[in-house]
């Protein structure tokens, strides 16, 4: 993932504005949000590696010098005797995670955006203006003034104007004439990087009928919406199976570890040897089996508390983002309005997962992959009511707390 130069040149070789017909895929939008959010992903990455080689090395260390078959200089054997085998063999398992973590991080961003009712594929139009960029799809309408994006990124297939680790105007490189293609993309990353300019899209009047809340967005509520959002069924599903699959392959891993050593050991074993490591490896893994378990459940029952902390940690790291002012959502029978910042969204209610209550905040999960979260106090009785009534003649799932 690259970052183009944010030198512009004077003049673009086409005249503006330039309108682009795109086709987009899930794929497209998975490597794109990956594309965005790189900084924390490659910070993840790096923290893999070196912390999980870290703990690997302390603890193999540790449980040599507990050893009574070793001598106490345990660094000497680590470096020059046979354990150095066995410490690469445990460091194995996180060197070939921290290899494939590109690969697992693509896969879990495809499911992570089609539980979040992302489509398989689409067709989307793109206008680019002095102003910012109008994409046009299905349902969705949004305008994007270019202060508002945070950089442009670019991958071997994508541009990415990213306004948010997962919101991102994606614009294919094979939609761009060759020709301009370089000089386009540094003249948007000089428009992203220069102060803000342009006229401010007017809120536009709202029928009788329509609720219209004027709302802020701050890291606890985004917190408090991501967290609801996890804890759906889909989610909930997928993280019992992740927590299983970890207490069953964490639980085989020290009898197979134990194999391990069986079979590089390069001393002929004898056979009673052998029986005694087969009735070892019995008590050793229904031992390994309870205390995971034990572990893992305890884990499973803090989940959402855990899942909350990191999603306040990742968007206290965006906090610019939740500085763009107050934000306007009008729901309307036709649709939603969202408007902040001089950016300006228009989804229509098919576009809308569903309408949650928290004991704290009305959510609503958007198939872009965004969700809204506003105060329950931002709303009186009665523009609830309407709020709820609207969604379920749109047919739109609704829970209430």
């Known amino acids: 993932m690259t970052q183009p130069s944010p030198a512009a040149p004077v003049s673009l070789p086409i005249p503006l504005p330039l309108t682009l017909h795109i086709n987009l895929t899930l794929d497209d939008m998975a490597e794109a949000t990956l594309a965005a959010a790189h900084p924390e992903m490659a910070r993840n990455r790096q923290h893999m590696l070196t912390r999980g080689l870290t703990v690997v090395l302390a603890a193999f260390i540790v449980i040599m010098g507990l050893s009574s078959g070793f001598s106490p200089t345990v660094l000497f054997h680590v470096v020059w005797g046979t354990p150095l ?44 203006t002095e102003e910012g960029i109008t994409s046009t799809e299905p349902d969705r309408t949004t305008f994007v003034p270019w202060h508002r994006f945070r950089s442009v990124d670019e ?32 003249w948007m990353a000089a428009q992203i990087a220069a102060p803000a300019a342009g006229a401010t899209p007017e809120i536009p009047p709202a029928p009788e009928t329509a609720v219209r809340v004027t709302h802020s967005l701050t890291p606890d509520d985004y917190a408090e919406a991501l967290t609801w959002q996890r804890d759906q069924p889909a989610a909930r599903r997928r993280t019992r199976r992740h927590y299983m699959l970890f207490w069953v392959l964490g639980s085989l891993l020290l009898p197979l570890f134990i194999l391990l050593l069986v079979l590089t050991d390069p001393r002929p074993m004898e056979w009673e040897k052998i029986t005694f490591l087969a ?24 989940r959402r ?16 983002q939740f500085d763009a002012g107050p934000i306007t959502t009008t729901f309307a029978p036709d649709g939603i309005t969202i408007v902040q910042g001089g950016a300006m969204s228009r989804y229509g209610w098919p576009m809308v997962m569903a309408l949650g209550e928290t004991l704290s905040h009305v959510l609503v999960p958007l198939r872009s992959y965004g969700i809204l979260a506003i105060l329950r106090e931002d709303l009186d009785p009665a523009a609830r009511q309407r709020l709820l009534d609207m969604a379920r003649a749109a047919g739109v799932p609704t829970t209430e707390a």
């Open 279 to 302: 009735e070892r490896m019995v008590p050793d893994l229904l031992r390994n089996t309870l205390v995971l378990g034990v572990a893992t459940f305890g884990f499973y029952l803090f």
């Open 305 to 320: 508390r855990m899942a909350a902390r990191a999603a306040r940690k990742m968007a206290t790291r965006n906090a610019a």
């Open 85 to 128: 085998l066995y410490l690469l063999l445990c460091m194995a398992p996180i060197i070939l995670l921290w290899v494939l973590h590109p690969r697992l991080a693509m896969r879990g961003m495809r499911t992570m955006l089609r539980d979040g009712g992302v489509r398989e594929a689409w067709a989307a139009t793109l206008q680019i």
């Open 155 to 186: 991958t071997p297939r994508l541009v990415v104007c990213a306004l948010w680790p997962y919101e991102s105007t994606i614009l294919p490189k094979a939609a761009i004439p060759a020709d301009i293609a370089p000089a386009l993309i540094s």
